[in-house]
């Protein structure tokens, strides 16, 4: 098996504060503010084919998170930082490719209070496979209940994709992986059906795709795209609170995300569902809306 390479030693490059960096060069100080408080915000982008799918979408979106966490970033316009992820991918020479744009507050200053910290960008690209890997996303992911709900959007900024939120995610993975299961199944704080760790879920009951209200996570770009999807096949959809006993009417269950694509779920806790022919007819027609 090929060995692989650790992040903090690869060849490349990295945009970084304006200027195009040697990978291995592309670092921050230890009192970064984000790294010590969170605040730091990000997307992740799929690159098919030499083309950015839905870029201006996700950079939109880079600016909205930051101005939830209110790291003012504002002034950067949309097209500049689709410009530069282009950029890093041609400096790269990557065609397929996964994409990571972030900003963050920076080590002009120490403590909770940010003022007088300032914002700093960078994007990185590197070649990725399926999330999960190819075996788990043709055959199916494994998931389990765990301990660790979503939180209240009254008590988190459920709205940008903030480096924050994913704590919590990282240990549902660990309490997952411990049970031997490949990823969590989440509840929101009200004890609805939520997603997984890092991805959307959906399901198929009878002829109906059935997702929960994107009020208490992040509301995913491929989510939206598999609802534009099920709409031009004529799939009919149903967005609504999800209770967990109803997941046992589910025939076929999937997660959603850029960097999972569309992964199939062939069981949550003892409840075993099939691969079967809705999510096929879904991963094929979304592999072949991003490489249209």
């Known amino acids: 098996m090929e060995k692989k390479l650790p992040f903090y030693d690869r060849d490349g490059f990295i945009w970084m ?5 040697p990978w291995r060069e592309a670092k921050t100080h230890y009192l970064t503010h984000a ?8 997307e992740g982008e799929r690159a098919y084919q030499g083309k950015i799918f839905k870029s201006t979408q996700h950079s939109q979106r880079l600016l909205r998170s930051a101005e939830i966490i209110r790291i003012p970033f504002s002034s950067m316009p949309v097209d500049e930082i689709d410009r530069i992820k282009m950029e890093v991918l041609k400096a790269n020479n990557l065609s397929n490719a996964y994409i990571r744009a972030a900003v963050w507050r920076g080590a002009e200053q120490a403590g909770v209070d940010p003022s007088g910290t300032l914002p700093h960008f960078a994007v990185a690209a590197w070649e990725m496979g ?4 190819d075996w788990l996303r043709a055959n199916g ?3 389990c209940s765990v301990s660790w709900r979503k939180p209240n ?3 988190a900024p459920i709205a940008s994709k903030a480096s924050s939120l994913y704590n919590l995610s990282v240990l549902a993975k660990l309490e997952a992986k411990d049970k031997g299961f490949d990823d969590a199944f989440m509840l929101d704080y009200e ?3 939520a997603e997984s760790t890092a991805a959307n879920i959906f399901f198929v009951m009878g002829d109906t795709l059935h997702t929960p209200i994107a009020d208490r996570f992040l509301d995913g770009i491929t989510r939206q795209t598999v609802l534009e999807i099920a709409a031009d096949l004529g799939i009919k959809t149903k967005v609504r609170r999800i209770k967990p006993k109803e997941i ?3 025939q076929e269950v999937f997660l959603t995300g850029t960097a999972a694509e569309i992964t199939p779920v062939v069981q949550i806790d003892e409840r075993k569902f099939i691969n079967g022919p809705m999510v096929k007819k879904i991963m094929d027609a979304y592999a072949a809306r991003v490489r249209a």
Do not use: E, I, Q
Not at 35 to 42: E, S
Not at 130 to 133: E, F, K, L, R, S
């Open 248 to 250: 046992r009417k589910a």
């Open 130 to 133: 399926a999330y999960y890997g």
């Open 141 to 143: 992911l494994r998931l």
């Open 153 to 155: 959007p009254n008590s």
């Open 191 to 193: 004890g609805y059906v």
């Open 35 to 42: 790294l010590h408080y969170g605040t730091l915000v990000f």
């Open 17 to 21: 504060d304006g200027r195009m960096v």
